[in-house]
């Protein structure tokens, strides 16, 4: 892969690869998982909770936010991506 990061969707690697389809994978490699179970009168949502950084606060990583007083979110990938979206939505 690449060492910086290339903002055009038809930059290719030396052996003819996308870059962007590169940083995709790697994207997914690098999320979690999330599932959202609903019953009769419940909802439970799961995330998976993977091991942080020496220099990282384990209490900053929360993949399941809340929204609003009546809407939860959880999310897979990555949280600088998800924050994007969850800005958004509020």
């Known amino acids: 892969m690449s060492s910086r990061y290339d903002r ?3 930059v290719f690697s030396p052996d003819g690869h996308l870059f962007q389809v590169e940083y995709a994978m790697e994207a997914v490699r690098k999320g979690t998982t999330a599932i959202g179970i609903r ?3 419940v909802l439970v949502l799961c995330v998976e909770k993977k091991s942080t950084a020496k220099l990282q606060e384990p209490r900053t990583v929360r993949k399941i936010c ?6 939860v979110l959880a999310f897979a ?11 958004r939505a509020r």
């Open 66 to 71: 809340k929204l609003d007083s009546h809407i």
């Open 77 to 87: 990938g990555l949280t600088a991506d998800a924050r994007v979206l969850v800005n």
């Open 8 to 10: 055009a969707i038809t």
């Open 39 to 41: 019953g009769k009168d």
